[in-house]
Each structure stands twice: as C-alpha cells, then as structure tokens.
C-alpha cells in the first residue's frame, strides 16, 4: 500500500449503474485507509455511494435515465450531445456544491467532463476511472476520425463541436474537445486488460490495468441458493443487465432452449421493462426474477447467457464462466468480439439468438475442456492485475502533500 496522508477526494460519475459499480468497491477501500471521499451523483445513487461510507455530493442530471433508455436515440450525436449538455448545466452545479471546501484530487468516470474542468480549476491533480476500453495509439486515426468525419459536416454535429470548444476555452482549457474526452492526464482501467482492444498499444505510462474490482457484495445484494430441486444440475444466468432488457421474445427462446434438458437449471434475470406474462408458460427449472446477485450466482454457475457489459464480461473472466455474449448497444458489440477471440464465448447476434443457437453455443462452450482451460489462463492474469487494492494504491499515488488539512465548510 502506498504510505498516504488522509485526504479529500472527490469521485464524480453519473447515475448508471455501469459507471457506478465498477469502482464502487475502490471508493469503500479509499474510505477504509482513513481518506474523505466526497461523491457526487445523482439523487438516485445517492444510498449506493452512502454504502460505502462517501459522502454523496447531490447534483441534478439532464441525461437520460436507465429507465428511459430508448431517450438516447439512435444516432451518434443522439448518443454524444446529452453528455456535453449535461456538463454544461452540471459544472455551475457542482462548483458550488464544492466551494470552500475543494478536494485534495479529482477522480472521475470517464462521461463527467465537469470533474477534470474542477480539477483544472482548482488547480488539483485528476484520475480517470475508466469502467471499458480506453484510446491505444493509432486510436483517433484508426477509430475515432473515421466513426466522427460524417457528423463533423453536418450542421448539428457542427454546432456541436463549436459549443464544446466554446465551453472549454470558457474554462481556461485549450485541448481539442476529442483528446479532453478521450486521453486523461492519469488513467486506472478498472477492466482487464484481456477485454482491451490493442492492449499492447495502450500507453502504460498513463493508464493502468487493474481488472475487476470486487467485494463482498452480500450485505447490499444478497445471495442466491441453489433449489433443491437443481441440487446436482449444471446452472445457466441469463441477464441483459439493467438497461435494454424489454426483450420477451428473447427470454423466452432462453426457456425454450434449456426448459426440456433435466441436467440444467436456468436463472433468469428479465429486468424492469418485460412484464412476466409476456413469457408465457415457464418450464419447472425455470426460475424468474427482476433483479438478481450476479456475480454471487456466477460463483456457482456453469455458464452465463449475457449482453457483455464491462461489468458482467469481467465477472464471467473472473470466475471463470463460459459466456454467449448476445451485445445490445454501445461497447457491449466489441466486449462480445473480444470474449470471443480469448477463445471463452460465443458471439450472438440478437437477431440470431434462437433457441437452437442459443442451447447449442452454452453446452459447445460447456462442454470443451480447452474453454475451461483458457478460462482458468485469463482468470490467474486477472487476479495478477491487482484490482481494488492496486486502484486505491495508484489514486493514493497521485495524491499532493496534504500535511495540512483544508477545513470542512459544507453542511
């Protein structure tokens, strides 16, 4: 552990739960070595991050939320221009909230642009806590120019990038709007670094891999038991995590795929937007639920039918579970891709994901020794990486001299 005097730190993210929970177990560690950790989030976080023992920083956000995710449009400017609005009404926000009061360091999720516009304010070193991949050299030539050439000609994406400059040359702060969202002064990669696309063109003296950071999430999540009707049965999860989860058609060919093998018992997490009924009749080694303990049930199952989020493709690798990734948006089509290459998962379509090619891709996976050895492989690199205790080790690193403490002010 890095030898650190207790600080002021300030995390900010936004209220998502894969931008929240990849670092929610470094914030407990953090608040554990004696460091004050004020956080600012949403309201609707506001009891996850008090878990932990921050202190929640409440601020008013205008993206949408995850229980609206279709308000994102479809577009790419439909999915990039919220986040700069939000700053934009954000930071005036927040600048207030920490007025006489200013942290020692500003570590941030990589969407809250207002957290490294604070940092420069104040004159205080930033670290990003990146929850997916991160920009490899040859990134902004090889992805970013070629994904953004279309929308820089037009006059919405026009405007856009005319405000985003606007604002930070408001803030005292010349970098190319691109480079201020992608490349960070200081990274931690809170995946492994087996999920980073050209990990070896990562800059290693900016950002560090530590894998999955987990804890012991019994307290706040529970435990799932095995029935006793699945005891000696091999058990599959299925969850599309929170967002994109109105998928009946879907659960159901997860139903129908697994209702008629007696050797397998199938978890089924359907999310807030399927009504249960939509399912139709569900099979006796079935079992139906809103939300689940992941990680906890992965810790017993034999595979995991998911939609590759950061979170849950690292929760496969580090327990050690053979997944079918079926992607529904943003990064969760290269997480897929990736887990597929490191020889561990199948790549769905959701168009493709019927029952037949469903079953067929958990019992191939499951039933392939090599699967279960290049699993075991990454696993070992995984727990190599450092997770938690190497994340709070790095942020204590960026910490300045603070012998002399700043005065508390906030009510």
Known sequence: MTSAKPAHIAMFSIAAHGHVNPSIEVI???????????????????????????????????????????????????????????????????????????????????????????????????????????????????????????????????????????????????????????????????IPRALQPHADRVDASVHTFVGACQGDRSATQGTWKRPAAAAGKKVLLVSLGSAFTHQPGFYRACAEAFGDLPDWHVVLQIGRFTDEAELGEIPANVEVHRWVPQLDILGQADAFITHAGAGGSQEGLATGTPMVAVPQAVDQFGNADMLQELGVARHVPMDRADAETLREAVLSLVGDPEVAARLEAVRARMADEGGTRQAADLIEAELPDVSVARPIVRS
């Open 28 to 190: 407990r560690e953090l608040v554990a070595r004696g460091h004050r950790v004020s956080y600012a989030i949403p309201a609707s976080f506001a009891e996850k991050v008090a878990e932990t023992g921050a202190t929640p920083v409440i601020w008013n956000s205008t993206l949408p939320t995850e229980d609206a995710p279709e308000e994102w449009g479809t577009e790419l400017i439909d999915n990039i221009e919220p986040f700069l609005n939000d700053a934009i009404q954000a930071l005036p926000q927040l600048a207030a909230a920490f007025e006489g009061d200013e942290p020692d360091l500003v570590i941030h999720d990589i969407t809250s642009y207002p957290a490294a516009v604070l940092a420069h304010r104040w004159g205080v070193p930033s670290v990003s806590l990146s929850p997916n991949l991160v920009a490899w050299t040859g990134y902004e030539e090889e992805v970013a120019a070629p994904m953004t050439a279309a929308l820089r000609a037009t006059e919405r994406g026009k405007a856009y990038y005319a405000r985003f400059r606007a604002w930070l040359d408001e803030n005292g702060i010349d970098e190319d709007s691109d480079r201020f969202v992608a490349r960070p002064r200081r990274g931690i990669v809170l």
